[in-house]
């Protein structure tokens, strides 16, 4: 059982910024990928960004260049910096281990607020 802790939401004014943190209770080495998740109310949960083992990342269209997904391997964490933050920002955003194929663990979500 891996456990994921984030940290770090909060309330923003449009065009400020925040960085979540997602710490994990074993060692992300072993995980395929990591990705960060939101979900706005009404709305389905969606990929904002994944970094691989060997550190690939991808990220959704609406955050591309103003989001950057990071990790401390020596601290089995993994960060989300968000710039230039919208209003369309505001959800919970939750932490994703995808350990093996089909095997995923999940945080239990953190809240980001950006006030217009």
């Known amino acids: 059982q891996v456990q994921l802790v984030e940290s770090g939401g909060g309330l923003v004014q449009a065009g400020g910024s925040l960085r979540l943190s997602c710490a994990a209770s074993a060692n992300i080495n072993n995980f395929r990928a990591m990705a960060w998740y939101r979900q706005a109310p009404g709305k389905q949960r969606e990929l904002v960004a994944t970094?691989?083992?060997?550190?690939?990342?991808n990220y959704a269209d609406s955050v591309k260049g103003r989001f950057t997904i990071s990790r401390d391997n020596a601290k089995n964490t993994v960060y989300l910096q968000m710039n230039s933050l919208k209003s369309e920002d505001t959800a919970v955003y939750y932490c994703n281990a995808n350990v093996v194929v089909l095997v995923d663990y999940w945080g239990q979500g953190t809240q980001v607020t950006v006030s217009s």
């Open positions: 970094i691989t083992r060997s550190s690939n990342t």
